[in-house]
């Protein structure tokens, strides 16, 4: 492979770590901070790709949509659109704990992934939505592309700080001890319903912004780009391997796991025809390998969270 | 200051607690005693709002607080430890006091974003407060300790210190001389007094170390089989035939002398220490 391709490739990498990035700083603050199993994150995404799709995209008929308004506005609807989603789906599901929160959420985004499937009027089901704009999509391929990698490198930079912040706050603390041992925090006066769904709705914003990334790098959306094996399982496996708890460690899963993910690929396609299509499921087992070596030598990952947080220095 | 009246907490079939009215007055520091199994713990619970009461109702400072929830007693000055230690075990243990204070500023989402200044501010003074705490307590040299790492010991003297942490009014510590070694207990039991004494605490002891309940406590209530046995001073409640026998089981002529000696019923105590240790 020429030099440019490479360099092309790796810059779509690096827009998709980002994106999945995202995923995991906002799996991190359900689950690292909070303890929330929430195995619906592909339901997330999907409401924030749809939302900001359709806010942003050109009219069709027979479908809502059609408001053409700006990508910072569609961006916004993500993020709010996740949230509020996420806001009847707390206040039910929050009331089962771990396994069976993962049970309900994941019921939860089959439910979305169906509501997508089969309602034109809204979300143009199998055909998708398609025309949606691309910030500085009328440059040139590699320019526009470093651009949008730019954009992307900026929204988790944004989120990563305002998710320290947090974290490091009296907020993220009473977070911690919720997650430790809710009977002591309810003594010490903490509302945990409220405080958990709070983290929930967070978390689902974040994912929401992800989605609106994703859709409008692709510039179309269909039901089945949004496959809950990668926008699910692999993001919880960047958060596990990464280190949950840690912001940084969830960034640091999404770089490790998408680089073994994308490059395993590349090398299982380089050999013979025959071999290659049942070669391209090693990538499944090599992540697999790389959790378990990870689990083994490092349990609390890669980078675990950290000790004796300091507020307000 | 509490008042319990006719309480009653059946799971299913089966009555822990029996029909429970005493009260608590202010400034008090009120013994609970009974075996294994009297109901003692789950009484805390429902005192607490952890649990909710089949029947009877439960007045904190003249009002009616038999629902509310464990959260909103805490507001109301009601703190609870538990008696299997329940520190946030990721947390350090000056974290663990910290979260403690009611109403922070920085526990609001959005403070930390437009108003970090005053979050500053709230944190600086709580630090203080929890460090001052840690001196109180002796721990200062584990400040930066995960709570996790603690001892059974230490981790019962973080449970009184989270109390420190707020302006409580009653306190209900459960069983917090169990598994601590005899220096530390002589040192938890100075600290509960100055607690009492000094910033005005209320508490309510469940204790199985009678020598503790024997210095700390005025008056005492004896449970057994979820009824209130007895209430008095400890040495009347201590010799009262009612309480020996709910410890040692029916008395029978010559055994119900030698079971009032004391050594005997410290035997039992201890076995059954032993038995819930297990």
Known sequence: MELIGLANYAIFMGIL????????????????LTGLFNAGIAGFFAVGAYASAIITSPHVAGRVGGFELPIVVGWMGAIVFAGLIAWPIGKVCLRFRSDYLAIATIGVAE????????????????????????????????????????????????VYFLLERQLKSPWGRMMRAIRDNEAAAAAMGKQIEARRLQAFIFGAAVMGLAGALFVHFNRSITPEAIDPMIATFLIWIMLILGGSGNNRGA?????????????????????????????KYIRIFVVGLALQLVLRFRPEGILPEEQARQTAR | MLELDNIVKAFGGFRAVDGCTFSVNKGEILGLVG???????????????????????IRFLGEDVTHLSTDALFHKGLVRTFQIPHEFHRLTVLENLMMVPPNQPGENLFANWLAWGKVRACEEEVRARAVETLAFLELTHVTEERAGNLSGGQKKLLELGRTMMTDAKLVLLDEPAAGVNRTLLRKLEEKIQILN???????ILIEHDMEMIEKLCQPVVCMAEGKVLIQGDFHTVRSDPRVL?????????????QAQHDPHIEEVREQELHKEDL
């Open chain 2, 197 to 203: 004494r000094e910033r005005g605490y209320t508490f």
């Open chain 1, 17 to 32: 770590i980002g994106i999945y990035a995202l995923l995991a700083l906002g799996l991190n603050i359900q689950w690292g």
């Open chain 1, 111 to 158: 439910i979305i992934r169906l509501v997508i499937k089969s309602e034109d009027w809204l979300t143009g089901s199998s055909r998708g939505i398609t025309g949606i704009p691309r910030p500085f999509g009328e440059l040139d391929y590699v320019a526009s592309q470093l651009a949008y990698l730019g954009l992307v490198i900026a929204a988790v930079a944004v």
């Open chain 2, 245 to 257: 026998e709910a410890y040692l089981g029916e008395p029978a002529g010559a055994e119900r002398e």
């Open chain 2, 35 to 57: 075996p294994n199994g009297a109901g003692k713990t789950t009484l805390f619970g429902v005192i607490a709002g952890a649990l909710q009461p089949t029947s009877g109702t």
């Open chain 1, 251 to 279: 960034i640091l899963g999404a770089i490790v796991i998408w680089l073994l993910w994308s490059v395993s690929e590349m090398i299982t396609d380089r050999l013979p025809t025959d071999v290659a299509l049942q070669a």
